[in-house]
């Protein structure tokens, strides 16, 4: 594939900026004393959504607004079928961005299920990282 001109570049960099910093966010959150295990699995979700919407933009695949991690690697499958196979686990994380963002009747988070999520989102992230910066 081509390098995306300078205008698509600089926003697959800036979608993958904003996912590094919800992993950061996620060190943050996880700290021992901090240990905000919903907002770990939050941000986790976040950084995933935003490090694939990254690569979509770096290979100029439009997608529609949403939080559904599943419809955004279904999109990547043509692109980077190699990432969307191997980032299928990440669509588990995709609740913790819609209905866990408000009350409601669903199971808590625990530690196991944030760090879990913690490093979904650190692969997802690192494994897009790669892919663009490598161009």
């Known amino acids: 594939m081509k390098r995306p001109d300078a205008e698509v570049e600089a926003l697959a960099v800036g979608w993958l900026a904003k996912a590094e910093v919800d992993v950061l966010a996620c060190d943050s959150l996880a700290a021992p004393g901090t240990e905000l295990w919903e907002a770990v699995a939050f941000h986790s979700q976040q950084a995933v959504e935003k490090a694939l919407k990254a690569l979509l933009v770096w ?54 299920s944030a760090s879990s999520a913690q490093s979904v989102a650190r692969q997802v992230c690192q494994e897009v990282a790669q892919r663009i910066r490598a161009g």
């Open 59 to 112: 290979h100029q695949v439009e997608f529609p607004k949403t939080h559904d991690i599943q419809r955004l690697l279904d999109l990547l499958a043509d692109a980077d079928p190699e990432l969307a196979r191997a980032s299928v686990g990440a669509a588990a994380l995709t609740p913790y961005g819609v209905e866990y963002r408000y009350p409601g009747e669903y199971p808590p988070v625990d530690r196991d």
